[in-house]
């Protein structure tokens, strides 16, 4: 498996700029997270799906942004528009999501978003 | 408010040493913590986990350590080797019903092992 796919890598656009981020999970995982690491806030959870049903959303910081699980091997993250205080590097993760195993994550690289 | 603490951001250690990363947590009811590692450009990696019915895990160089009565977890590599400079973040999860819910992150510490 080639592991937890996301695009782009790397993203510069200017304030006001619609954003959209890609991920195809790995095959058979049934969650689906995303991240954004900033340097003060290290990794937060921004929202959870499993099942392909957003579970969680409360991350989110804003209407400005919105992600959809529209089939089991593929999310978007979108911010529309774009800020400036958006630049982070958002990463996507799933995991297999047992009963009585725990929830060992498996991240995609990161896509490094800059807003000018 | 930050649920899961790591309060080093950096650590240097000499190669063949001891590396000792540090976590605190204030939230009772996690039970499951896990260590991941990051190198730069590369998303974060699963590196060991241990459940609140443990005191200790290991895996070969890497042990963790939980105190539950502390509410702290530490991660020990031993002997630290250059390779394993990288970020290394702590995460907790509470178990709901059965199943394990979001992973809750720590800013992550930077360890340098210098050779």
């Known amino acids: 498996d080639a592991g937890v796919i996301q695009s782009p890598r790397h993203e510069v656009t200017e304030m006001g700029q619609e954003v959209t981020l890609r991920c195809k999970p790995i095959s058979g995982h049934n969650s689906l997270f995303w991240y954004r690491q900033t340097m003060m806030r290290g990794l937060e959870l921004l929202i959870y799906?499993?099942?392909?049903?957003?579970?969680?959303d409360s991350g989110m910081p804003e209407d400005r942004f919105s992600a959809k699980m529209p089939n089991a091997s593929f999310s978007t993250l979108k911010i529309q528009p774009s800020e400036p205080r958006d630049s982070a590097v958002y990463f996507c993760?799933?995991?297999?999501?047992?009963?009585?195993?725990?929830?060992?994550?498996?991240f995609g690289a990161g896509s490094r978003l800059t807003v000018l | 408010d930050q649920q899961v603490k790591q309060n080093s951001p950096s650590l240097s250690v000499q190669e063949g040493r001891i590396s000792i990363l540090n976590c605190d947590y204030t939230n009772s009811m996690f039970d499951y913590f896990l260590w991941y590692k990051k190198y730069p450009a590369e998303g974060p990696t699963f590196l060991i986990s241990?459940?609140?019915?443990?005191d200790k895990n290991e895996d070969g160089r890497f042990t963790v350590f939980l105190n539950k009565s502390a509410k702290h977890l530490s991660l020990h590599i031993v002997p630290s080797q250059p390779g394993d400079s990288a970020v290394y973040f702590c995460?907790?999860?509470?178990?709901?019903?059965?199943?394990?819910?979001?992973?809750?992150f720590g800013k992550g510490t930077k360890l340098s092992v210098k050779p």
């Open positions: 799906f499993n099942n392909n049903v957003p579970i969680d």
């Open positions: 995460a907790a999860s509470e178990n709901y019903g059965g199943s394990q819910g979001n992973l809750i």
């Open positions: 241990i459940s609140s019915i443990k």
């Open positions: 993760a799933s995991s297999w999501d047992l009963l009585s195993g725990a929830n060992v994550l498996t």
